[in-house]
């Protein structure tokens, strides 16, 4: 992106300054997404079954310059982790949204 549009972008959803390239700026982004960028749709909180056309969510595996992760970084349906989740953790990762099991472990155990 260019400059004017990451800076729109962190405009838009409240960051000041240029997030780091790190796992720390990676969940500053992602949470300031999640808390400024309204899900457009009612039914998840009338508890109404959501009909999406084929492939309109877009979930990222993110690598930052700090050479952590990959990450999951799902901002999507507003139902999912508040913080992006380590993609190859192979244990539990709590998040203020509930625990994500990984889902070999949890098969096995």
Do not use: C, K
């Not at 899900?39 to 009909?51: A, D, G, M, T, W």
């Not at 990222?60 to 999951?72: E, F, K, Q, Y």
């Not at 203020?96 to 099991?101: D, E, Q, S």
């Amino acid at each position: 992106m260019d400059h004017e549009t990451v800076a729109a972008y962190l405009n838009r959803v409240g960051v000041t300054g240029p997030a780091a390239g790190d796992a720390a700026g990676l969940r500053t982004l992602h949470r300031a997404h999640q808390m400024s960028v309204p899900f457009e749709n009612l039914s998840i909180h009338l508890s109404e079954p959501i009909s999406s056309p084929p492939f309109d969510h877009l979930a990222l595996i993110v690598r930052p310059a700090d050479g952590s992760g990959p990450w999951l970084a799902d901002v999507g349906f507003g139902s999912h982790s508040d913080y992006p989740l380590l993609l190859d953790g192979r244990g539990d990762q709590d998040d203020p949204a509930g625990r994500f099991r990984d889902p070999v472990r949890a098969a096995a155990g």
